[in-house]
């Protein structure tokens, strides 16, 4: 029987079939994998530049493509009989030396680029790779086929205009070296390219079966009716994963903490979800998958169920929140769930307090200070340094601050009342006290998890990262972590380091969900300045880069909020006949008020209307984002005052920038920002 592997371009192709011809072309797969009588049979191409393509007649009028080598076929793609004659005519296929993996470009496409790449050439003796020879640009991989086309580019708007049409594999390495990078350099982006790690032996270019293999972007193996049916339903991200994504997911083990970083869209926590499915898969113990809220916990959840096909391997995955998890160790001490005390308790004592400054000033020093570092004693808060906090406090004024924290965690005791950090706190203390480091053999089950991945890391409280390293022991897969600072919503700046998690850190570069057009706008806006957090340092956007383009974000200003909310009804609707379902439409806004405003003039819409926090997580086609207004963004309430805390002021003003910033980024194809008079200080002129 033949083996097949599948390209994630048929499964899109055939979602575009009308159902008919759908189910038609699903029970010729079928046949086919099965080698039935009646089968469809492979048919060469006439004039095909490469003799191993066939098609296969897989229903009245449409035809698969295939690449074939003795038993193997890679079907690429469905398209009605003409379409995929031209098809197999107009690509090339090939297996990259110097990684092992399957490669595929438009010939056809290169051809016509050709003609005015030599009219530049002709202009000018200038090339943009005389310094590299034959044998270098070999090394890298480089088909020798596309050499002559190669030697003819003059610059690097040549080189760029040639990316959408050749294979990244070929791309990257030829345009580090075009950013005047050593080969060296280029064998590090090539190396980003690779989804398996090297094995050691040399690439065999004739062996196409091993190059599919290490091709997990590019091709699936399917064996069965089951496995073909999980390709075809599931949504991509469940089957497919860029190369940098599959190796982090899928390597393994890691002797120490994993630490993934990577701007939005770059897939973190796609590389989370399969990383807990990978674990689960080997059976070493209970996996508990972490994120942000209970809402996203609920999304990580729903993906899971479509992710893990395996009904056993699921149920060893848990998914929720620190503040879950702390509540259910502290009930369980204690034999009863505890009582949570609300912020509007918290204001009344810091005000009662006497600690001389304003409640939200001392708030933030209990959080930022004390509880960030666990401090116990008046002796050790008069010792601990302060990061992050803009005004110096000597030993009197420490001492005032240290009575109003004891005076707010007396009075809360009294009432039995807890804050959710004085939760985490308490738990992982409770965990030290019943829990070993290791994970032995005789007491293989003292830590709750044998496994803990965290998404969005970024906005964690260091009492929270205690509570999760006690949760897991000290052994090799523990923990693997995925945030980015840049996305920050909470003033919260942790390096692992300073909470006992020594991480090997990686970062993932390529944005493959937004448009490089979004992705600039949202950079400016952000600031592209460096982010604190999760590393020793500070993390910087450069080098992060999307592959794909689309429309420039569109900033709309109005005179009136009455005429705002009409021109996003306007623009909404406009989408909705474009063919867009509602449920891929994400509106957000600052407020509130501006939240049920929305909801009030897209009532018979049926679209999503949330706050700005409330996009932290999501995605989708289009995204509106109103209200991003002076006065309005950032929220005058959200900031300290300049007078209490400069430097309080600065996090809190690109803790805000942070928050725009997600949910602009949320847009996997259009963004539309509207503001009513002076437009937001945030928004890039």
């Known amino acids: 029987m033949p083996r097949l592997a599948i390209s994630p371009e048929f499964p899109a192709e055939l979602g575009a079939l009308a159902q008919p011809a759908r189910r038609d072309v699903v029970v010729a797969v079928r046949r086919f994998m099965q080698g039935v009588a009646g089968a469809p049979h492979p048919e060469r191409i006439r004039g095909a530049g490469d003799p191993r393509v066939a098609t296969l007649r897989l ?7 295939v690449v074939r080598q003795r038993d193997v076929h890679w079907l690429l793609t469905v398209l009605p009989d003409a379409e995929a004659w031209a098809y197999g005519r107009r690509h090339r296929f090939g297996v990259n ?62 080189l760029e205009a040639l990316e959408p049409l050749l294979p990244p594999t070929q791309y990257q390495p030829l ?49 069965s009716p089951r496995e073909l049916n999980h390709v075809l339903d599931a949504p991509d991200w469940c089957v497919f994963l860029h190369p940098p994504q599959h190796r982090l997911a899928y390597h393994g083990p890691y002797e120490r903490p994993v630490l993934v970083t990577g701007g939005a869209g770059t897939g973190k926590t796609l590389v989370a979800l399969h990383r807990a499915v990978c674990l689960a898969r080997r059976g070493a113990g209970p996996v508990l998958l972490v994120t942000f809220s209970q809402k996203l916990s609920a999304d990580l959840s729903a993906r899971l169920d479509l992710l893990a096909e395996d009904e056993e391997v699921r149920e060893r995955i848990e998914v929720g929140n620190v503040d879950r998890l702390a509540h259910r160790v ?67 004024e420490r001492e005032a601050v240290w009575r109003a ?14 804050t959710l950090l004085q939760l985490a706190a308490e738990a992982s203390l409770l965990l030290g006290r019943t829990t070993g480091d290791l994970l032995g053999d005789e007491e293989p089950s003292r830590e ?35 945030g980015d600072p840049h996305q920050r919503v909470l003033d919260t700046r942790v390096p692992l380091g300073s909470v006992g998690i020594d991480a090997v850190t990686t970062r993932l570069r390529v944005s493959h969900r937004l448009p490089q057009e ?47 909310l009409t021109g996003l009804a306007v623009q ?3 989408w909705v006949r474009d063919g867009v379902p509602p449920r891929e439409i994400g509106v957000a806004a600052r407020t509130a008020g501006l939240v049920r405003d929305a909801r009030a003039a897209l009532r018979d819409l049926g679209v999503g209307v949330t706050t700005l926090h409330g996009m932290k997580g999501l995605e989708f086609r289009r995204v509106a984002v109103i209200g991003v207004t002076d006065g309005i963004v950032p929220a005058p309430g959200a900031l300290t005052p300049a007078a209490e805390d400069p430097a309080a002021r600065a996090h809190d003003l690109q803790r805000e920038r942070g928050l725009l910033y997600v949910a602009c980024t949320r847009a996997r194809e259009l963004l539309y920002v509207s503001h009513t008079g002076r437009a937001s200080p945030f928004l890039p002129t």
């Open 97 to 158: 030396t110097a990684l092992g993996v399957v490669e595929m470009w438009d010939a056809e496409a290169l051809g016509r680029a050709e003609p005015a790449l030599r009219r530049a050439a002709a202009a000018t003796s200038a090339r943009l790779f005389a310094d590299n020879c034959d044998t270098d640009l070999a090394e890298l991989g480089v088909d020798r086929r596309l050499l002559p086309l190669i030697r003819l580019i003059t610059d690097d708007l040549a």
């Open 330 to 396: 502290v009930s369980e001490a204690e034999g009863r769930a505890p009582a949570l005390a609300d912020s509007a308790d918290l204001v009344a004592l810091w005000e009662e307090s006497g600690g001389g400054r304003s409640p939200a000033f001392l708030l933030r020093e209990w959080e930022q200070v004390v509880l960030a570092q666990n401090l116990r004693t008046l002796e050790e808060y008069l010792a601990a340094p302060r990061p992050g906090r803009g005004v110096d406090l000597g030993p009197a």
């Open 518 to 564: 979004i992705l600039a706008w949202a950079v400016r806006l952000r600031g592209g300045g460096p982010a604190d957090g999760l590393v020793n340092g500070a993390q910087e956007m450069y080098g992060f880069r999307s592959p794909g383009h689309g429309p420039r974000p569109m900033v709309r200003a109005y005179d009136s909020p009455e005429e705002e």
């Open 405 to 418: 924290v004891e005076h707010v965690t007396g009075r809360l005791r009294e009432r039995g009342k807890r």
């Open 572 to 574: 909404v609707r406009e």
């Open 175 to 223: 345009a580090a070296l075009a950013r005047g990078e050593s080969l060296a350099g280029a064998w590090r982006e090539l190396d980003a390219c690779r989804a398996v790690p090297p094995d050691g032996r040399p690439v065999d270019p004739d062996d196409f079966a091993a190059a599919l293999l290490r091709s997990p972007d590019r091709a699936v193996f399917v064996g």
């Open 59 to 65: 229903a009245e009028g449409h035809r698969g493509v």
């Open 448 to 482: 709750p998890y044998r496994h803990i991945v965290v998404d969005e890391a970024q906005d964690l409280h260091p009492a929270q990262w205690r509570l999760l390293r006690a949760a897991v022991p000290y052994a090799p897969d523990d923990l693997f972590i995925t």
